[in-house]
């Protein structure tokens, strides 16, 4: 069974016991509700609860915690002969996935029969050959090992998948009728509901801070295992960028360096653009335009952060790429040899930064008490004087939160960068040349034919982890500042 159809059932069943519930409790009243001790509702609450609540519980470790248990146990059937020299265990649990699924798929579509790709005697060569003709097979050459590896491994799946729907249903219908049982007239509905309800919203919080451990996690593990395979000295002080698809990635140069430059570049172009004309159009809407004025300009800026990215890097590659080429190209100035280049994407970006400039630091403006700038105005001070001195240096740590979000919004962008700046990883301070950035080449590593647990494919986590990391860098030091100039005016 699926996992959506399993989702739909639980609920199937958590209404169902939500009508029973409800039901019940007014029949052991004979149907005057003024004798129960909660409102009707909750009666069916609690069962509805019960049943869903513990249910996808169970559902959500098990999804967690099957992989590992699975992993732990596939993992000890590879002998130590098949790990081959220059691979790892990681390569070859990620050549037994593969295979797996490529299995599961060609029975799935009645390519190949479910004995023959279960049965452990069968020959590889020849379920091998099923496989490519079913389109089904990645790798140049399957082992025996891992082909009975990755049989094991869609057994423990499919069982494990079973099982799990099982339990699930199990503890879904005892929940109802655990709900249904205690449904009584003396029964503290409401108090049982409520604090459920005090523990799903907890639980919900929770779910931010944990999403965040796992993201982090996942990032861990996966740069540690490419730095198992690739010098962690190499990575971090290379000054190539060259990744090699043969083979396991051996030959790859890896060098971090200059697609860190191109990062940094690109969004300090961006940003350059940005946070003058955002502070500047949020001063003049907070502090100098009519209320007509401000209530056309606001949401016409707020449009800007709308627009998809696809549309400003469509807008880097067609119009402002050939109008910069234009001026500075072999036409103009000489200095651009093609539309694609660190000043072309910097101003796109920029363009796209100004609403989450502008608006929030608008917002952070009109946040200062009135009480500063009359007490301003009765010193003699002037508007612009009052602005200057008073305003936005009150201001000041929310602006900065402001720019710190257009800077790290800058950092993660993708697809302007690779319409408007192009593929190059260079060190050069030239503007006008072709440069790419971190992100970009997160994608471009994760995309294609190598090998997923190849260094080549791998060090996106390692780029993914080094970026976590320069973000975090970046939130410490503008969290100083906030604190330090917010000490100033409390």
Do not use: C, H
């Given at each position: 069974m699926s996992l959506f159809w399993l989702v739909v059932i639980v609920l199937a069943i958590a209404s169902v016991g939500y009508v029973a519930g409800r039901a019940r409790a007014l029949a052991s009243v004979g149907g005057d509700m003024r004798d129960l001790h909660s409102l009707p509702s909750y009666y069916g609450a609690n069962v509805a609860m019960k049943a869903a609540v513990p249910a996808f519980l169970i559902l959500v470790v098990w999804l967690l915690v099957q992989p590992f248990v699975i992993h732990a146990s596939i993992s000890g059937m590879i002998p130590e002969d098949a790990v081959q020299e220059g691979s790892s265990l990681g390569l070859v649990m990620a050549e037994v996935r593969r295979t797996a699924e490529g299995l599961e798929n060609a029975v799935a579509s009645g390519q190949m029969n479910e004995d023959f790709a279960s049965n452990a005697r069968a020959d590889v060569n020849d379920i091998t050959a099923r496989l490519k003709e079913a389109g089904q097979i990645v790798t140049s050459r399957i082992t025996q090992p891992v082909m009975r590896a990755a049989q094991s491994y869609r057994v423990m799946v499919s069982a494990g998948d079973l099982y799990m729907t099982i339990v699930v249903l199990l503890a879904a219908i005892a929940g109802a009728l655990w709900g249904i049982r205690e449904t009584t007239h003396e029964f503290r509905a409401r108090n049982t509901v409520e604090r459920g309800i005090r523990v799903i919203l907890f639980s919900a919080a929770l779910i931010a801070v944990l999403t965040t451990l796992g993201i982090v996690l996942s990032l861990v593990f996966n740069t540690v295992?490419?730095?198992?395979?690739?010098?962690?000295?190499?990575?971090?002080?290379?000054?190539?960028?060259?990744?090699?698809?043969?083979?396991?990635?051996?030959?790859?140069?890896?060098?971090?360096?200059?697609?860190?430059?191109?990062?940094?570049?690109?969004?300090?172009?961006?940003?350059?653009?940005?946070?003058?004309?955002?502070?500047?159009?949020?001063?003049?809407?907070?502090?100098?335009?009519?209320?007509?004025?401000?209530?056309?300009?606001?949401?016409?800026?707020?449009?800007?952060?709308?627009?998809?990215?696809?549309?400003?890097?469509?807008?880097?590659?067609?119009?402002?790429?050939?109008?910069?080429?234009?001026?500075?190209?072999?036409?103009?100035?000489?200095?651009?040899?093609?539309?694609?280049?660190?000043?072309?994407?910097?101003?796109?970006?920029?363009?796209?930064?100004?609403?989450?400039?502008?608006?929030?630091?608008?917002?952070?403006?009109?946040?200062?008490?009135?009480?500063?700038?009359?007490?301003?105005?009765?010193?003699?001070?002037?508007?612009?004087?009052?602005?200057?001195?008073?305003?936005?240096?009150?201001?000041?740590?929310?602006?900065?939160?402001?720019?710190?979000?257009?800077?790290?919004?800058?950092?993660?962008?993708?697809?302007?960068?690779?319409?408007?700046?192009?593929?190059?990883?260079?060190?050069?301070?030239?503007?006008?040349?072709?440069?790419?950035?971190?992100?970009?080449?997160?994608?471009?590593?994760?995309?294609?034919?190598?090998?997923?647990?190849?260094?080549?494919?791998?060090?996106?986590?390692?780029?993914?982890?080094?970026?976590?990391?320069?973000?975090?860098?970046?939130?410490?030091?503008?969290?100083?500042?906030?604190?330090?100039?917010?000490?100033?005016?409390?």
């Open positions: 295992e490419f730095f198992r395979l690739y010098p962690a000295m190499d990575f971090f002080f290379g000054l190539t960028w060259s990744p090699s698809f043969s083979g396991r990635g051996g030959s790859s140069e890896l060098g971090i360096l200059p697609l860190l430059w191109g990062t940094f570049y690109i969004s300090f172009v961006a940003l350059a653009v940005a946070v003058p004309v955002g502070l500047f159009a949020a001063v003049y809407l907070s502090e100098y335009a009519g209320s007509k004025f401000r209530a056309v300009a606001k949401p016409m800026l707020e449009i800007l952060a709308g627009i998809p990215t696809i549309v400003y890097g469509l807008f880097a590659l067609l119009t402002v790429g050939p109008m910069l080429l234009s001026v500075f190209g072999d036409d103009g100035l000489g200095i651009m040899k093609a539309g694609t280049a660190v000043m072309t994407a910097g101003l796109v970006m920029g363009i796209m930064l100004i609403p989450f400039v502008s608006s929030l630091s608008d917002d952070i403006i009109n946040a200062v008490p009135q009480a500063m700038r009359d007490g301003s105005y009765g010193l003699g001070a002037t508007k612009s004087e009052t602005v200057k001195q008073v305003v936005l240096p009150a201001a000041l740590p929310g602006i900065v939160g402001a720019i710190l979000l257009a800077a790290s919004r800058a950092i993660g962008e993708t697809m302007i960068v690779v319409l408007g700046a192009g593929a190059a990883a260079r060190l050069s301070l030239n503007p006008f040349e072709a440069m790419t950035t971190v992100t970009a080449k997160i994608v471009s590593q994760l995309t294609g034919d190598a090998d997923f647990a190849s260094p080549v494919a791998l060090v996106a986590f390692a780029l993914g982890m080094t970026l976590f990391v320069v973000t975090l860098g970046l939130n410490i030091v503008a969290l100083y500042i906030v604190r330090k100039y917010r000490e100033q005016y409390d």
